[in-house]
């Protein structure tokens, strides 16, 4: 593999590219992006939060993007435009191309002969291709790769070294697989057998749909029976595990350590924190958010903000966890009432 | 790899691998195991719980798995068995003969002379074994995995890709590892020397004994000197930390990102649940349960349900837990007492 | 690789290596350390705790490694010394010997032609070098490691099998990556945009010095812009997750399943206990201890022992901890005040 280099753009292109309009000099010509304070000749910054538009006045960045809102009368040429930190993502993938260029099949990785290779498809050393697998036009299979017989990856996909996609598993387009990601390692399922247990075979497969990104060192266990699924534009980050069976919707996002039971059903734009979880064979909503730790234990309905464990909505939590450490000290207070109570009564006998 | 495709069998057969009579045709065959709601022609369903008899009637199953003790009048056949998920467990895995074929040891495997390989032992491409490790028989190394020197596998094991065994440790009979497990990683232990801290050599190794599973992306580490031990039959799942010198008994389950800290000795039977943990240096008892984030610190007694952190009976975190959300207003109303008892007291005092 | 056997030594050798001085025959040679109990012929032992010297009149080591202040009248050689774990440490280390032996570049692993790799390299099996990669002196790579393009690995590291570096990071010198850790996985970094998110490109690298060890299935992830920085000596355990721009001081240590979430700074000599976490964009000062699953959620300054979710001093936690499996009788504590309150309001009218 080998990265082409950067490359610049004029204030023009950029514009164009994010939807945005150029204040200033169009022609002027930008290379890399960089915090306001960093940047310097050649560079482009950006402002999303007013409290920075006067470090504007200091910068040496040639350019830099802006909210219509914000009021800048300085001299730097401004692409000015509603999101400015959508804008800064997009103008900073265009400068960086960070596709890695296409180096084709490399002799020394073991592709079966019955694998389907479209067109542009790398496949670097020591990957390993098996029987009737299926990848899919531009896609890059980093060094070490694994993909076992049968499965299926689309195109336009980014696997990286070490990952490894067990037999059958569906992966979808311009999906992203980090180091050592696991699709399709088995269900955690034993039936009692005596003393011991005897191991349900996972004979579902994992289907992740288009989009998705999987974390380093991230699982995604196959179904016992059916498909375990990874919805369209989802976002999972690293050492997360998603068991057999569970539904993640569309566009939801789960941070690092995050464990999913089996079978739950998660809906749409939802977002877990790091370190939390869900139990399993339970139904999310759409649009929940679960801050970090929370652990959910029930189903919980769309269009909620939750926290903490039990869990309970995050407004709560607040207060909840604000009375935590207060807890010795209430502990006080109530045996000092206690004591006052009978105080009382007693002087009330006496009286 | 190939795996063979699915098989067919006579309920005769089923009945005898399970153990169960046959209720109706003995002569039906049968392809797949389904859900009672999915299945169709050539398919074998299960009913272990009551609510589910009267959904046999709109089945179009081929045959169900039933407890004698379910009254069932339909014209089903049946295979009526103390134990119809262990049955289905059977069942499931005869029809789809998951083992995969032996392909021998591939050309681009390294193996070292010193090596000892039995019959019927697969090496994948890119697998690594090292000097005088030995591989019992039928065990099935998928491509990438490396055994580094002195390594012992047993018989029938399956090792999936990416798995890694480190130097000198020993793994039982038919255990399975699945895709990028670790065992024998250097457990944690360093010495405080001035500023920084000096490495203590790890020169112990990990035992693993027959039928273990070991889950994706899960750590097993060596002992300092000794060995760490997982015992017969124990089943963990992906993401868990097994410390050095650790000890964990038979048919003992342990669920996603458990973490169990070095030199802790765990009993049979036990169950961890996902996100729980345990102090090093404890001893847990057989039969003790941990529920899903539960994390124990001190050393606790065979035969207990446990949940919370800090760690108590189950029953009483049921309790506490739904004591916790409602703290802040406790807070408020040991305030109004409080305002209460004062008034009372001024009003003595005057009267 | 072949790890070259142990190896024996005098006292008066061993006496010199840890500087302490020998007490008895110094001519006595030994080959390995063991506990107490259960040392022989030609073992070492140590003891840092008084109340294990009378053990020792029934030891059959050879040796012991005693501090100073411990009254010992027994005939067994020392080796006297302020810190008997460290200098066990240094013996253990000394007599296995435990670097491999270089075993220069295999044939079989893929080795760019523009790397530079200095003398004394091992690169093993399956290994894969990319463009440009830079590897010092000494340097051990395990089958099966990955180092994409641009990366600079330093003198004496110790690489084990399935470690990805991703490109451009770079390796001090003396560094220990355990089996399938994963440097410079991409931040976890996306913008809204519209239904979905659109991916920040993650352009930076990280950065980890000398002396540092990560652990296995462990994940530090590459700065969106600039680095990710682990600083020297720090010592991170297994499945421990390091997000984009965090920065961890010198000799800091993380217990396996730590989580740091993106941009937080963390300060010299920190202790974070198993499970534990921190929130990001804050600031840890030096010498913080988080004990197991405490979250720290704001910046908190240098010397604090802090425990619980949310954060506190752990002195405070300890009776928090022992509070809160009291709440639900707390709660039926101040239900009984209340009700005494109402009849003493009552009886005043009343009366």
Redesign the interface.
């Known amino acids: 593999?080998?990265?082409s280099g950067q490359r610049t753009a004029s204030l023009a292109e950029l514009a164009e590219l994010v939807g945005g309009t150029v204040v200033g000099d169009d022609n002027v010509r930008v290379q890399r992006?960089?915090?306001i304070h960093l940047a310097g000749e050649q560079d482009i910054t950006f402002v999303s939060n007013p409290k920075y538009v006067s470090a504007l006045t200091a910068t040496r960045a040639s350019a830099v993007i802006l909210r219509p809102d914000l009021e800048y009368a300085g001299n730097v040429p401004q692409i000015v435009t509603a999101?400015p930190?959508?804008a800064?993502?997009?103008v900073?993938?265009f400068l960086?191309v960070?596709a890695p260029v296409s180096a084709g099949i490399v002799a020394?990785a073991?592709v079966a002969e019955t694998a389907t290779i479209a067109e542009g498809v790398t496949v670097?050393?020591?990957c390993?291709v098996?029987?009737n697998v299926q990848i899919g036009k531009g896609s890059y299979l980093?060094?070490?790769v694994?993909l076992?017989?049968n499965v299926v990856v689309g195109a336009d996909c980014l696997l990286?070294?070490?990952v490894?996609v067990?037999?059958e598993c569906r992966i979808g387009d311009r999906v992203?697989l980090?180091?050592?990601a696991?699709i399709g390692?088995?269900g955690?399922g034993?039936?009692?057998?005596g003393?011991?247990?005897?191991?349900?075979?996972q004979?579902g497969i994992v289907v992740i749909e288009d989009?998705v990104?999987i974390?380093?060192?991230?699982?995604v266990?196959r179904a016992a029976?059916g498909q375990t699924l990874i919805k369209?534009?989802t976002?999972i980050?690293?050492?997360v595990?998603i068991?057999h069976n569970v539904e993640v919707g569309?566009?939801t996002?789960m941070?690092?350590?995050t464990?999913i039971?089996g079978s739950t059903v998660i809906g749409n734009?939802c977002v877990f924190g790091?370190?939390s979880?869900a139990?399993g064979h339970i139904k999310i909503g759409d649009n929940v958010t679960v801050v970090?730790?929370g652990?959910v234990s029930t189903s919980v309905d769309s269009h909620q903000y939750l926290a903490?464990?039990?869990i309970?909505p995050h407004k709560?939590w607040l207060?909840?966890?604000?009375?935590?450490?207060?807890?010795?000290e209430?502990?006080k207070?109530?045996n000092r009432?206690?004591k006052?109570?009978e105080e009382?009564?007693n002087?009330?006998k006496e009286?």
Do not use: W
Not at 190 to 193: E, G, S, T
Not at 195 to 201: A, C, N, Q, S, V
Not at 215 to 219: I, N, P, V
């Open positions: 593999m080998s990265r992006v960089a915090p999101d930190y959508l800064f993502a997009k900073l993938t960086n960070n020394t073991h670097s050393a020591g390993y098996g029987d980093h060094p070490g694994v076992l017989d990286y070294p070490g490894v067990r037999e992203i980090q180091p050592n696991v390692s088995d955690f034993f039936a009692p057998d003393e011991g247990y005897f191991k349900i075979p004979v989009d990104e974390g380093a060192c991230s699982c266990d029976m369209k534009g976002k980050d690293n050492l595990q068991g569309q566009n996002i941070v690092s350590h464990a039971a734009h790091g370190q979880g139990v970090a730790r652990g903490g464990f039990p309970m709560d207060k909840v966890s604000s009375s935590i450490n207060k807890l010795p209430l502990r207070e109530v009432l206690s006052k109570i009382l009564e002087r009330m009286s």
